[in-house]
Structures are given as structure tokens and as C-alpha cells.
């Protein structure tokens, strides 16, 4: 988890409240995304960067919203928090080299009440 | 739509024994076949990964052996340790340089004195 940074930890929303879970890299990569992680389910990829102003949708987007200002800052937002969105998020970063490996922040735990 | 399939869900192995997971994935196109090791409280951490243009990769106790024609991919740990208890997930991408990566929903292994 080296070089991944992601704060919160821990969250409590209430429904219909907005928030910003914060990830910052420290290595320099170019490609940054935001993964959910639900019990039984995996890792479904929400939202990616390739570069600063680039961003795109992962397989989950809907509810969040993400920019890329700069290299080392990806923050998600959550506009109006559901229940359904009460997971564990992972942001992830990596260089766009082949066969370049993937490194994972520590997870923000986020409950919706 | 679940583009790869893991099982078992979960594992119970006497230490010393051999841990096999397996995996089976739909999509031809998929071409960088990766394992994840996640230990509780933690990201996901790359383990070992495979591209299909070879059977099998080893690395120290940890083994991927890859079936192209059945689509499928497996890891094996031998002479499983305590330590290796953690959930394992495998996944896949199309192509090593992909920022995509499709996850299992993953395996917990219990390695039991």
C-alpha cells in the first residue's frame, strides 16, 4: 500500500448529505481510480483517471463524481449519500507502463444512515 | 453480469497443505490474468500474475496454472502457512497495460494450526 494515501478511515453519513473521500499518490502515476468493495461482491471499479483533466466511468458510477486537478490528487465525491453506497472504497494508482502493478490505498470505511 | 468467477468462497487448510483457488473467466479478450492477496483492514496487494502465453508461473510457494482453452486459472500455495490466511481474489484485464481490472469476489482462506 505504499505511496496511497486515502482519508477518511471511517465515515457515518446521513442520507442525503454530500462528502469527499480524499486519495493522494505520492509516486508520480499517471492512472488513479476509485474502487468499491461490497461483502460478497469483489472490487467494482466506480471511476478512473489517466492524467490530470482525464477522467472516465468504471462499471459503478452512478452517485459519485470524481476530478483530477492534479497528478497526485484524485478525490471522490458522494453528491447525496444512499444506504446502497455504505462500502469500503479503495482508490488505486499505477503507472500506464505495461505490466505495471496496480497499488491499493488502506480503504475508507463509509456507512449511510 | 460476473465476467470472472471465483470459488470457493471460502477455504479452511490444515497448515502445510496445498490452498487452490479457482477461476474462470467469459471474456476472450482478457489477456493479463492477476491475484490479489487482501489481509483484514488492508488494501489489496498484487501476489503474482500470469499472461496466457504461458501454463504456469511460480513464485516461492505461490503457483498460477492457466487453461486457455477452458478459460480458466487457478492458484495454488503450497505448504500453506497460518500467515497466509486472507481473502485472495483473482482477476483479469484486457491486455497488462489495461486500467481495468475485473475482480472475483474472492476467496478467504483460513490456514489452521
Known amino acids: 500500500n505504499a505511496g496511497v494515501t486515502q482519508t477518511p478511515k471511517f465515515q457515518v453519513l446521513k442520507t442525503g448529505q454530500s462528502m469527499t473521500l480524499q486519495c493522494a499518490q505520492d509516486?508520480?502515476?499517471?492512472?488513479m481510480s476509485w474502487y468499491r468493495q461490497d461483502p460478497g461482491m469483489g472490487l467494482r471499479l466506480i471511476h478512473y483517471?489517466?492524467?490530470?483533466?482525464?477522467?472516465d466511468q468504471g462499471e459503478v458510477p452512478n452517485g459519485y463524481n470524481v476530478s483530477r486537478s492534479t497528478t497526485e490528487d484524485f478525490p471522490l465525491r458522494l453528491l447525496s449519500a444512499a444506504p446502497s453506497q455504505t462500502s469500503v472504497y479503495f482508490c488505486?494508482?499505477?503507472?500506464?507502463?505495461?505490466?505495471?502493478?496496480?497499488?491499493f490505498g488502506e480503504g475508507s470505511w463509509l456507512t449511510v444512515v | 453480469q460476473q465476467q470472472v468467477k471465483q470459488s470457493p468462497q471460502s477455504l479452511i487448510v490444515q497448515k502445510g497443505g496445498i490452498s487452490i483457488i479457482n477461476c474462470a473467466y467469459e471474456?476472450?479478450?482478457?489477456?493479463?490474468f492477476p491475484w490479489y492477496q487482501q489481509f483484514p483492514g488492508k488494501g489489496p496487494a498484487l501476489l503474482i500474475a500470469?499472461?496466457?502465453?504461458?501454463s504456469e508461473k511460480k513464485e516461492g510457494r505461490f503457483t498460477i496454472s492457466f487453461n486457455k482453452s477452458a478459460k480458466q486459472f487457478s492458484l495454488h500455495i503450497m505448504d500453506s502457512q497460518p500467515g497466509d490466511s486472507a481473502t485472495y481474489f483473482c482477476?483479469?484485464?484486457?491486455?497488462?497495460?489495461?486500467?481495468?481490472?475485473?475482480f472475483g469476489k474472492g476467496t478467504k482462506l483460513s490456514v489452521i494450526p
Open positions: 488505486a494508482s499505477r503507472t500506464t507502463g505495461l505490466g505495471d502493478t496496480i497499488y
Open positions: 509516486m508520480n502515476h499517471e492512472y
Open positions: 483517471s489517466v492524467g490530470a483533466g482525464i477522467t
Open positions: 471474456n476472450t479478450a482478457f489477456d493479463y
Open positions: 500470469i499472461r496466457p502465453d504461458v
Open positions: 482477476a483479469a484485464s484486457k491486455g497488462a497495460g489495461s486500467y481495468q481490472l475485473t
